[in-house]
């Protein structure tokens, strides 16, 4: 816990390395946004004193300034097996999310811009993707934004349709009906497709209005 504590008063009083700037340029609009939640402790986790992750910066998402940072403490020993001492590692963000961010907050600042985007002149089609080990809190996330989603999907002549899918593995399920199980298809060119049980959609309700655009929530697990 030492470690862990030097590494935040530092952050805190002075920050160990520069953040560097975020890209700017024509195509700094469109570029994928990385953003990391860090979820609360587990009360076991708590207990034993688990907590080795350490959040700097905002959580400006969409912002041009200095991009957040997650910073990892590791406990390690010496060649001697006695002398202990730490590694800190520190991965850049656009945003990053301490444990005390709800959901609700997590959602304002990453995605409702995009839900605001997909049904503006531009209406732009959207992608969610969440990526961790299993229980870091992907499903979780997942949820609530599906639930704030849910909300502020507009009842308009616009058509739009929304899919929301799980990924573990070579296994993909359908987070919008059970957790029921999607297809995969190959077309002939090779690109894998995944069909899921059902889209929930809305038509256009007029001949006039453009097709529906898409809006897609992902949450992926790496195989183990």
Request: charged share 25%.
């Amino acid at each position: 816990m030492g470690g862990v504590q030097a590494l935040r008063d530092e952050l805190r009083d002075a920050r160990p390395l520069p953040l560097p700037h975020r890209a700017e340029g024509p195509s700094s609009c469109s570029r994928p946004r990385v953003v990391v939640r860090k979820r609360p402790l587990f009360e076991l986790e708590r207990e034993r004193d688990f907590d080795v992750l350490s959040c700097e910066g905002s959580t400006d998402v969409w912002g041009d300034g200095d991009p957040a940072a997650m910073w990892i403490t590791r406990a390690m020993l010496c060649a001697d097996h006695k002398t202990m001492y730490c590694e800190n590692h520190c991965f850049y963000a656009d945003a990053v999310f301490d444990e005390s961010a709800s959901t609700a907050e997590v959602y304002a600042s990453t995605v409702r811009p995009l839900v605001d985007g997909a049904f503006g002149p531009s209406r732009t089609s959207a992608t969610v993707l969440c990526f961790g080990q299993t229980g870091s809190g992907k499903t979780y996330t997942l949820g609530g934004i599906i639930e704030a989603l849910r909300e502020d999907m507009p009842s308009s002549t616009a058509g739009w349709r929304v899919s929301a899918l799980e990924i573990a593995g070579a296994v993909v399920t359908d987070l919008l009906h059970d957790s029921a199980t999607c297809m995969l298809r190959d077309d002939a060119e090779g690109n894998t497709h995944v069909v899921p049980v059902a889209l929930r959609e809305q038509r256009p309700t007029s001949e006039a209005s453009d097709a529906p655009l898409s809006v897609s929530v992902v949450v992926t697990t790496a195989s183990e």
